[in-house]
């Protein structure tokens, strides 16, 4: 059932090449004032907990995303991910990021979460729908390079 939803293209469809490591349970784990230095010598990534929740996606040990809201005022908040090496390769993955959107969205009494998502890479607009947000608004030359962004929402 899942892979029957999950968004379409060569990047995404389960197919006979697939192994049982692309089924793996995904662990998500939070990341901390306590475990940021641990988390930062294995991705090279530093986030600012201070800003909103971040969390971190394992399996089997190994760092395959790590994603969060930033929460600039209550009921609102721009979530962001940046996935790893290996990422799209494992379909329990979104369904955690899903959950854990919809979770963040209550415990932090949420009435609009947005995410501004490159127009030029189709992909990544596909899974942000699949996480069940919408587009909202073209921002024309918003991107490091002047590349259109799209604005994408769930309220």
């Known amino acids: 059932i899942f892979a029957e939803r999950f968004p379409t293209g060569d990047d995404y469809c389960y197919n006979g090449k697939h192994g049982s490591r692309y089924v793996k349970d995904v662990e998500i784990v939070k ?3 306590k475990n940021q230095e641990k988390f930062f010598s294995n991705t090279g ?3 600012d907990v201070r800003r909103g929740p971040a969390y971190y ?21 721009e ?5 790893f090496d290996g990422f799209e390769n494992y379909l329990d993955a ?12 209550v415990m932090n ?24 947000f919408k587009k909202e608004a073209t921002l024309a030359n918003y991107g490091p390079q002047g590349q259109d962004f799209v604005m994408m929402r769930r309220t």
């Open 79 to 83: 979530a962001w991910l940046l996935p």
């Open 57 to 77: 996606g394992l399996v089997d040990d190994k760092i395959i995303f790590v994603c969060g809201h930033t929460v600039p005022w209550p009921g609102m908040a």
């Open 109 to 132: 009494g949420l009435h609009r979460l947005q995410a501004c998502i490159d127009a030029t890479i189709p992909k990544n607009i596909r899974f942000m729908e699949y996480l069940g």
């Open 45 to 47: 990534v530093r986030v």
């Open 94 to 105: 979104p369904r955690k990021i899903g959950r854990l959107n919809d979770v963040l969205s």
């Open 31 to 33: 990341i901390t004032e």
